[in-house]
């Protein structure tokens, strides 16, 4: 099956190469192109992609409100945000908006690649680095927002320590090490988080991890 | 009371001081020429303190000439002497105050013990009295209080001395009455002097918040500049990043060198990028304000003008936009600058001239970008300006970046008019 990419991006020149880099994998399949946010929003809702790539900076409607409104409207795509500038603001920005995953432009193809394939698979894409500045964003943020602490109690206690290594930037794997279980099992219960918390994917579970208060950043970044 | 060593040592240490701290404060080379007179409306005026001093001086002489000759008229020219010596402190006292204090002090002591002539009378003769305030009075124009006090009190010295000399049966009281006459003298002079002192000093501190304000305004502007061109700079490093990156994908097995040289593209792409992230946020943390936030909209290029037009039309302006030549694609730097440029013009329309007629024109030249923003006058009057001269300072220092030229002028009809001219420079040589 091959995952088809939308790409946003107000620069020709920036699309056609990434159309050219994402054209050349087998299971990668350049589904359309847009200029502008309103485009990219126009054409997830008609092309149904499975990963919108989304520059943030774009005329008309930017990339942020573009993600907000994709989401929002429940459509299909996942968004990957590629940005030139890798400002906290618009990591935690992206995230809050419902972003998939977070990626500067001058990223290898290699890592360009897979992230659209983790995308697609329906977790976040978030490098331990991220993670780190999504932290800080919250201790700048302060104030721990609680609209949804009576959430915590659908989970069960493996559920919730789970949840806790999410949000500490780890992947399956190292949690399955840590908490001395299966992978596979670790993956369970992600799924059984994603599904009873009512999340799209891992990031928005760090994000909702962090607005709890779940997990205190530390306090001094 | 304790002996208290230390304390004692440092009170004499302190005694030690004050020969040498009176003979600086009263050494006659001391103390700065009296000004010229400052008034702006009378420029004729300027020499006229001295004029009067010089007057005085002359009507003391001749006083103490007269009152020298009356008590010893055989003193000839020693009356003439001991005039002009009493009218000569005035005068000195104008370049070398300290000097013309001495002095003044010197001759009323002679003048006045002549014309006493050993009798009982005034401790100190009427012109002596005369010359020695209008002294004292313009040393104190330009002295520090404690000279004044130390000045007074040497007086009463000379005073004193004086009385020494003077037969029984002396009361004392006219030497009470120059130390009063001489003491308001002195304050009225010095307190004219720290009010003059107080106005000096708040007209410098002005000055100097002016100047710091248009160097802040300047360095903000400047700082504003360079983010904005970092970022256009970031931009072309990404698409530079990636185009590298997707370069060997569009041939089937290419091959290994090319591979390569790509790869090193876009790894010194990647560096460049990360240093110019740097950069970027060195520039924006310097005054964290909304202006610096993290932008989500792209930087300007002249394809915006029409937004740029369409605002000031709705803030009551009736701009007209005209492009001669053929437009092509400038340097993004250069579309970024006239973009500005253009923005700074309408805004000062905007505040100096509300509802004027606008006339903006974009001419592309063979290899330079002329912009032109005139304005007529305005049809309501303007607010009062509470502008910083901000954005000229823009219009400046992005023109002199690109070595383009800019004018602004008024225009007989009220209006005002602002031409930029940006030279294009291509990618090769310079």
Redesign the interface.
């Known amino acids: 099956m091959t995952i088809r990419v939308l790409i946003a991006d107000?620069?020709a020149?920036?699309r056609?190469?990434?159309a050219?880099?994402l054209?050349?994998q087998a299971d990668i399949e350049v589904a359309g192109e847009a200029a502008d946010g309103r485009e990219a929003v126009d054409r997830t809702a008609r092309l149904q992609p499975d990963v919108v790539l989304m520059d943030?900076?774009?005329?008309v409607l930017?990339?942020?409100?573009a993600t907000r409104q994709i989401t929002r409207a429940g459509l299909a795509g996942k968004v990957l945000v590629l940005t030139?500038?890798?400002?906290d603001?618009?990591v935690y920005q992206a995230l809050r908006a419902g972003a998939s995953g977070f990626l500067?432009?001058?990223a290898?193809?290699n890592t360009?690649t897979d992230a659209v394939r983790v995308v697609a698979a329906g977790d976040a894409l978030l490098a331990p680095s991220i993670t780190r500045r999504l932290i800080s964003e919250f201790a700048r943020l302060g104030a721990v927002r609680a609209p949804a602490r009576a959430q915590l109690d659908r989970l069960t206690d493996r559920e919730t320590e789970v949840l806790t290594q999410i949000a500490g930037g780890l992947s399956n794997a190292e949690i399955a090490t840590r908490l001395v279980i299966a992978e596979q099992t670790v993956k369970t219960h992600v799924s059984r988080i994603l599904t009873k918390l009512d999340l799209r994917d891992r990031a928005q579970a760090v994000v909702l991890a962090y607005e709890i208060g779940l997990v205190k950043p530390p306090q001094d970044p | 009371m304790v002996f208290d060593a230390p304390r004692w040592r440092a009170v004499t240490r302190g005694m030690a001081t004050v020969p040498s701290e009176l003979w600086r404060d009263l050494n006659p080379m001391a103390g700065a020429p009296l000004r010229r007179w400052h008034a702006p409306r009378l420029p004729w005026a300027g020499w006229l303190p001295h004029t009067l001093v010089l007057a005085g001086a002359v009507v003391v002489g001749v006083l103490a000439w007269r009152a020298v000759s009356s008590a010893a008229p055989d003193a000839g020219q020693g009356a003439v002497l001991l005039g002009a010596l009493q009218g000569v402190p005035l005068v000195l006292c104008l370049y070398r105050p300290m000097a013309g204090w001495w002095v003044s002090l010197i001759a009323g002591m002679l003048v006045s013990e002549v014309s006493r002539a050993g009798a009982l009378g005034p401790v100190w003769a009427e012109p002596a009295v005369l010359a020695h305030l209008g002294v004292l009075a313009l040393v104190a124009l330009r002295t520090r209080p404690r000279v004044l006090v130390e000045m007074w009190l040497l007086t009463l010295l000379a005073g004193a001395i004086l009385v020494q000399r003077m037969p029984a049966g002396y009361d004392a009281t006219d030497l009470l009455e120059l130390s009063a006459l001489s003491a308001v003298a002195l304050l009225t002079a010095g307190a004219l002097r720290g009010r003059g002192e107080a106005r000096r000093r708040l007209a410098e501190q002005e000055r100097v918040s002016a100047t710091e304000r248009e160097r802040r305004a300047m360095l903000e502007e400047r700082s504003r500049i360079a983010r904005e061109l970092h970022d256009v700079l970031?931009?072309h490093?990404?698409?530079i990043?990636?185009?590298a990156?997707?370069a060997p994908?569009?041939v089937t097995d290419p091959p290994h060198p090319l591979t390569r040289s790509f790869a090193t593209i876009?790894s010194h792409?990647?560096d460049a990028?990360i240093e110019l992230?740097r950069v970027?946020g060195v520039l924006r943390a310097t005054e964290p304000t909304a202006e610096t936030?993290?932008?989500?909209?792209?930087q300007p290029t002249l394809r915006?003008v029409d937004v740029l037009v369409a605002g000031a039309r709705a803030a009551g302006l009736t701009p007209v936009v005209a492009v001669t030549g053929t437009p092509r694609p400038m340097p993004p730097g250069l579309e970024l600058s006239a973009y500005r440029i253009l923005q700074e013009a309408l805004s000062n329309v905007m505040r100096h001239a509300p509802g004027a007629e606008v006339d903006l024109e974009i001419a592309y030249q063979p290899s330079t970008l002329r912009l032109r923003v005139r304005n007529g006058p305005p049809s309501s009057p303007p607010a009062p300006s509470t502008g910083t001269g901000h954005g000229m300072l823009g219009m400046r220092e992005r023109t002199a970046m690109l070595d383009g030229r800019l004018t602004t002028s008024p225009l007989p009809d009220g209006g005002y008019l602002v031409t930029a001219v940006l030279p294009e420079r291509k990618g090769e040589g310079s």
């Open positions: 107000d620069q020149l920036i056609e190469g990434l050219v880099l054209a050349a943030i900076r774009m005329p930017d990339g942020l409100e030139t500038y890798d400002l603001e618009y500067l432009k001058d290898s193809a360009l | 970031a931009h490093m990404s698409v990043a990636i185009q990156e997707a994908y569009r876009h792409a990647t990028l992230r970027l936030a993290a932008p989500i909209a792209p915006d």
